[in-house]
């Protein structure tokens, strides 16, 4: 059963959402794909939303760019968590996405990642993070990942001084 | 038979649409006011939105603010046009509604007028624009009113003039 | 006998608007294309504006980049609608023209668009949303329009989700 | 035992966050309030954070302006999901705070709700929305919440929309 | 004969101006004062504007707020030097004045000033400095003006570096 | 003897000038072309605007990107009219040089023009606006060159208007 | 002997730089004030930047609005250190001054801090840091500086953490 | 032994630095590179800056990306002065961390430099500036830098000015 699903407003998106993909994989967090349109498919929108929780569903990731009112539209509609990645088109390179996915009005929040593909990371993390919190294995793989980063910030960081040591 | 709806997100938002509601009573085009959130009452927006044409509706007027997603929401579900009022409030006043009315991705157009009070009478203005395509009635009063503007600066403009000269 | 007008304030804006055409085209709505500065031909203009509605035009698209006038001097000339497109120029990629076309003072509407090649197919889509209010035909294709976009949608989502089915 | 803690980065925070302390109170969701900056109490920072799942903590939400660090230094620290609320202040009045908060590199997330008060109340609400996953009575008040605040659009509208009639 | 004309887009900028006014009586250079606007009295700005050079006119100053255009449409009719000053209105603040009046697209210049008031004074100051290239009396008194600030900014100096001396 | 001086903060600058280069040979204005930096060659900035007036220069031309100082430090020098051309750097692509050169505080006015090639374009038809006042022959080839440009742009609206008739 | 200098553009500028007086007072450290304008002074903008090392100034504050020339202007004509404090001006609100101090071209470096009141108190201990690394006094007070800081944030957590707990 | 840190964010930040390198290798000021994050290797930044002075160093400069936080962070645990250097990522190019590192609430300073490369030239030039005050050689060397620097403006500009002489 999936606990995550991963929504874009359109296809073109998907490239950029790999990060996503990769570490829910890496969690071994089961999680499903969507094209959902806030705009050409409304209905589906909703429906999707509507239905979520009662397919399981934990956490809801939306991934849109321009006047992103995916993650909004999908939040008005269920209690379960969404975050939003805003992703970054020309010409505005995200300041719209960002400002129209977290200028939440009171009352339906939605939790708003960085723009493009660095926010698709942190949304398959933050997600985690969410399911961490009843899921042990999750906690643990989360952990291990934060542990790994860390190494790998530290190794760089052996190569690079090094290299300038006199 | 009202031929233009207003719709606001918030109730806050009514006294900065003053100006939209005197100009469709002086140009006599019958119009309703609601209340619908894209977010708090979304089967509403979903509803009404589907049944405007039905109802005799030509043009509906949105005004919302910070990630302003009513007149995105309204028109995925018409093909009337939709006309967005970018409210501004604090602390982003109106950038953020203005980007997320105004850049719909392709496929969904939303009419964006200027944001704020300005706006809100210009929504009226050009809601009468499109009536007037069909209304011999509202094309002249639009055309009086246009005259009427020119005259009222023109007389700003001999006042001041005359305060100036030497 | 052309419905809508396609002003553009310089020829390098041409390939920009194709999807504006095409969409044109696909409604059957017969429409000239021009090329006419606010600034480096302000007679033509005018003249443009001042007889648009006499030459049985019902709307008008006016694309232009930088400080966009383009748009609100045609529309202190006509009572007719008029849809501004920013285009989007180095180095401010459409800021300047957005804020240019969008921030009419009260009294000239402009019904603004997003920016660039979304916006000229929005300007399409939101100009055949007019004049569907007095044509059934065009009304018919609009809505057949909206339909196939959801149904293409609709297999993309079909792709992307069994593409992560597991 | 104290599900979500309060922090923020200066006790002039306090009267915006208002807000966050009414919705949780009446969800019935125990949490504490703490003031811990990033800059001028680090280790305060790096030992709450470091500590809170161990205290039982679920959420930690995190109000701070200007380069808005304290939501970024705690979910440094901890696994636990970290919600950012970026305050306005003067001058740049939130874009700065937000853009602090929001664009954490990948690999540690902050989930960003909207900036100032608004944000404060959707923070809570997106609290409640995660411990809502696992606390059915949290779930349960949360629906509530929306029902009623929907309810309140109704009412709204109701009144705007007769004030109206003619 | 006047020299310069003030011209404002809405008889609401006067007080704005007030600096402008001050330093032209101050250089005793002759000028008019106008309200002309772009949109709402397009045939009167292309009239003043066409004519502006025959009149005698050397420089015009052209203030306007929003989507300000009044400067570029002037340009647009005379090779007489426009000065732009970006007037500031909520919501944007003269962000959209600012771009709508320097971003003029290569062709057509107008010389922008700073927004506001600031930019009223300077707009004053800069058509002096065009007006001193002939006129050796304007020239000297600019040149006295400067010398006077600069002696008041020594005067401050004077007395703020004493207030701190122990 | 030269009549304008067009100084560039740094060598690198120098494609971007070529339209100003270009558009005063065609008016036959003689010029001169320097590299001056407000930063690196503050003397020279100093001494150049001191004695500009004395070598019978009638304008100066500051292209300056980033913190652009150049045409501030120059004004302060001199009464000659100064135009500021903000050119765009990486990266916040000209919005920091703009706002330098064009929000000098009241007092030493900076005439600033559009960002970048167009504004150089724009930079030089301002000076000759400025020179034509007093010299008839430069009148007469700007306005010429304002024919010649209304004239290319009649062509491109013939050709295009053409290509769309049906 | 004045270790700091303290210069600002324009006397207004006098009640944000409080902050600065009262940390440089509490640190012991001598200071002067100066009001200097790269603008309207910038002759003794030079004398003064070029002489600032021989009168044994260790550290140049500069405060200024707008574009805000003065750091840049002053950091030309010396090596010492030059911490630029952008204040904060009606319309733009510091993101002029910020930009135009922050973005130096290479080869001549601004230190710049927090816009308005904040940046000043930042750059008095800024200059404090750079002091305290050949004044161990100076590094004292400094560091008891921070251990209060701390202290009180700690007392505001326990206050406000008391007035939470049920 | 060490006298400047460059710390880094990320190791891809490597080569926007070389500018600094060099600069502190033309100065013979010995220095180390680290690469340590905020937020992936917090523990070590503390540790860090903590024992920073005690090893000697006087100068510590951070360079990182997006919600830019090192410099911040480090700044937290140390009185030594901290330079930040502002790195320009995808999509906001520079405004996040610009905003994340100068906009320093009051208490804490970070003297930020110019976004990018020319920030990485300039933080090695504070740095220098810095030491110098205590350190003759470096002082020369860096004199001689600025003549240096002064002298190739003016070979540029004799190459200039003579290409375009008639």
Redesign the interface.
């Known amino acids: 059963m999936n606990k995550v699903a991963i929504l874009?407003?359109?296809?073109n998106d998907?490239p950029d959402l790999k990060?996503a993909?990769e570490l829910l994989d890496s969690f071994k967090i089961?999680?499903?794909?969507?094209?959902?349109?806030?705009?050409?498919?409304?209905?589906?929108a909703?429906n999707f939303a509507t239905s979520a929780a009662e397919k399981g569903l934990?956490v809801i990731i939306c991934a849109a760019?321009?006047?992103a009112?995916l993650a909004?539209?999908i939040?008005?509609?269920t209690?379960?968590?969404v975050?939003g990645v805003p992703m970054?088109c020309?010409?505005?390179?995200?300041?719209?996405s960002?400002?129209?996915?977290?200028?939440?009005?009171?009352?339906?929040?939605?939790?708003?990642?960085?723009?493009?593909?660095?926010g698709a990371?942190?949304?398959a993390?933050?997600a985690a993070?969410?399911l961490?919190?009843?899921d042990k294995d999750v906690?643990e793989r989360?952990?291990q990942f934060?542990r790994d980063?860390?190494e790998?910030?530290?190794q760089?960081?052996n190569?690079?001084?090094k290299?300038?040591?006199?």
């Open positions: 874009m407003g359109s296809k998907l990060g993909f089961p999680y499903c794909v969507r094209v959902i349109s806030a705009h050409r498919t409304p209905a589906e909703a934990k760019g321009m006047a009112h909004g539209v939040a008005a509609h209690i379960l968590p975050i970054a020309e010409p505005f390179n995200g300041l719209d960002l400002l129209s996915t977290v200028q939440m009005p009171p009352g339906i929040p939605v939790a708003t990642v960085s723009a493009g593909k660095a990371k942190n949304s993390l933050f993070a969410i961490a919190l009843s906690a989360l952990e934060r980063q860390s790998q910030v530290r760089a960081d190569e690079v001084s290299q300038f040591e006199k």
